[in-house]
């Protein structure tokens, strides 16, 4: 077991969504983006509809209750020779999609009705005078990008080509740290139990059972650093050693220092024990 080096960032630093650089609402709006692309292009897009049929994982259009675009949910008809909705990779042929990820789709829709817009229905004729209620305003349909990413880490298709095909020109900035943390919970996912559990872990309902699990690819020496400065911190965490009660944590040579705050008393509230150190998976 691995611990935090002297000098390292500590657990909250080191995680992508509370770091003291990262904006909120700035990602958001980004976010949002790789949603609408995801809804409105990526899901009748050939090569993404292939790679879901390969991992099992169902596209939002082929689920019971089909969200067909970002604009409303079950209510907006798919792009022209998108295919049938229920089936899974159909309409590949016809959604008019170059050869890999990344390519551009149709997101036109049509409407439903005749010389109304989505949802208008007219009234057959002789019904009297009947009292006009406009429309309700159609809330845009919520969708987690989240199963997405997970199945795609896990099975070793979360490259950045296949991210660009799924979430649009914005991912690095909109899915990106979601991304960044998928990967750590893998690794921690793989640190903590047998590859029966994991496997469990990562299967879906709806028989979108996960079909292999492969090694965590492209990792950097960066990667293995965060995750083990955050794996310490959990350990931790597991044992309450937490605020006054702050483990040390053991650097190279066996000296000992201090994980996060800058107290200089000893661990367990200052009763004059020794430091504590962190507990590693054999104790």
């Known amino acids: ?82 295919g049938h909705p229920g089936a899974v990779g159909g309409g590949v042929r016809g959604a008019g999609v170059g050869g890999g990820f990344g390519g551009q789709s149709s997101s036109a829709s049509s409407t439903s009705g005749r010389g109304g817009g989505p949802g208008r229905t007219e009234l057959p004729v002789g019904h009297g005078h009947l009292p006009h209620h406009p429309p309700s305003p159609q809330l845009p349909p919520h969708v987690t990008l989240i199963p997405y990413i997970r199945r ?28 960044e943390q998928e990967r750590r919970n893998y690794l921690f996912a793989a640190k903590s139990d047998t590859w029966l559990t994991v496997k469990a872990a990562y299967d879906m309902g709806e028989e979108q059972s996960i079909p292999f699990l492969r090694p965590l690819l492209d990792v950097t020496e960066k990667e293995i650093v965060g995750a083990e400065a955050s794996w310490s911190e959990w350990l931790a965490m597991q044992d309450w050693m937490l605020g006054p009660r702050e483990p040390e944590a053991q650097g190279p040579g066996g000296g000992q220092y201090r994980m996060g705050g800058s107290g200089g008393g000893a661990a367990g509230g200052g009763h004059g024990h020794g430091r504590v150190r962190v507990k590693t998976e054999e104790d």
């Open 152 to 179: 795609l880490v896990a099975t070793g298709f979360d490259y950045p080509a296949v991210l660009h095909g799924f979430f649009g020109d914005d991912w690095l900035t909109g899915i990106g740290p979601l991304h």
């Open 1 to 82: 077991m691995a611990y935090l080096r002297p000098g390292g960032a500590s657990f909250q630093q080191a995680q992508p969504f509370l770091d003291a650089q990262f904006d909120i609402f700035e990602w958001h709006t980004h976010f949002q983006s790789c949603v609408r692309y995801f809804l409105d292009r990526a899901q009748y897009d050939g090569p993404v509809q292939a790679l879901a049929a390969f991992v099992n994982i169902r596209l939002p259009f082929q689920k019971p209750n089909p969200v067909l675009s970002s604009r409303s949910a079950g209510s907006t008809p798919p792009p022209p020779g998108a």
